[in-house]
């Protein structure tokens, strides 16, 4: 059972964020698997992984070659062999996969009230079914850690 992280974004938007915690996902030997219910996001997301510093290998779902992608952008299920989920654009994550996930990686934008509430909502319902989780915040330009909640399942 791995960890769930949520981000929330107050100074940085998701596509200066994305890459960067994508990287350290390939840099440690994962599978990610990005998730969202907006396919305009994940065609956004596409176009700006492709231009990206360093280069980020990645495929949208839906293609012959899905199994080799180091990074699967879906607005579906996470690929079965996905280390990391990474859901975006208040996509949800359910208690089995976020259980079965070495990480998950939840992140909202803090100018969006419908996304802050989405993500507590999230919180609320990860947490209490007794999964790890640890609460990250952009707030003053540096990322700090806010809370935690340890696992009790």
């Known amino acids: 059972m791995g960890d769930i992280y949520f981000y929330h974004l107050t100074e940085q938007t998701l596509e200066a964020t994305l890459p960067m915690l994508l990287q350290k996902s390939l840099a440690a030997g994962w599978r990610v698997a990005v998730r969202s219910g907006d396919v305009a996001l994940i065609e956004r997301l596409d176009a700006s992984l492709w231009l990206a510093e360093g280069f980020l290998p990645h495929g949208i779902a839906g293609g012959p070659y899905d199994a080799d992608q180091p990074i699967l952008l879906t607005s579906g299920n996470a690929a079965s062999d996905a280390n990391c989920l990474m859901a ?12 079965s996930a070495d990480r998950v990686c939840i992140l909202f934008d ?8 989405f993500a507590r909502g999230q919180w609320r319902q990860l947490t209490d ?3 790890a989780a640890q609460y990250w915040s952009d707030e003053g330009g540096r990322w700090q850690k806010k809370a935690e909640s340890a696992a009790t399942a």
């Open 88 to 99: 975006i654009g208040q996509a949800k994550v359910e208690y089995d996969e976020a259980k």
């Open 110 to 117: 803090g100018a969006d009230s419908t996304a802050v509430d």
């Open 129 to 131: 079914a007794g999964l």
